[in-house]
Nanobody
Framework: QVQLAESGGGLVQAGGSMGLSCTGP????????VGWFRQAPGQEEMRDLV????????YYEGSVKGRFTVSRDNDENTVYLQMNSLRPEDTGVYYC???????????WGQGIQVTVSS
């Protein structure tokens, strides 16, 4: 079982910044894709926000491009999400994930609440 542990989150005012982190198992972290999804309040759908493709390239969803930055530290088995210029619509539960190629499965963190007040 792959376990991911998230930290960070909380309440921030619009325009502010916040960082999230997610630590995974060292045995597979550096060879896995990692990223973050967000689930907005009252919505079942989760939005694919950012991804780090085994450190070779990154993906950013349109609404966060230029404001959010995903990075990883393979020595610490951790993926980070730095969020700047936060907006109220960024409010939601943020889930990190790790995609393990050996079983083609995506594993999830426990989710962490981010609330941006206007």
């Amino acid at each position: 079982q792959v376990q991911l542990a998230e930290s960070g989150g909380g309440l921030v005012q619009a325009g502010g910044s916040m960082g999230l982190s997610c630590t995974g198992p060292g045995s597979i972290f550096r060879v896995s894709d990692v990223g973050w999804f967000r689930q907005a309040p009252g919505q079942e759908e989760m939005r694919d926000l950012v991804a780090d493709i085994t450190g070779s390239r990154t993906y950013y969803e349109g609404s966060v491009k230029g404001r959010f930055t995903v990075s990883r530290d393979n020595d610490e088995n951790t993926v980070y999400l730095q969020m700047n210029s936060l907006r109220p619509e960024d409010t939601g539960v943020y889930y990190c994930y790790l995609y393990r190629f050996s079983d083609k499965r995506r594993y999830w963190g426990q989710g962490i609440q981010v609330t941006v007040s206007s």
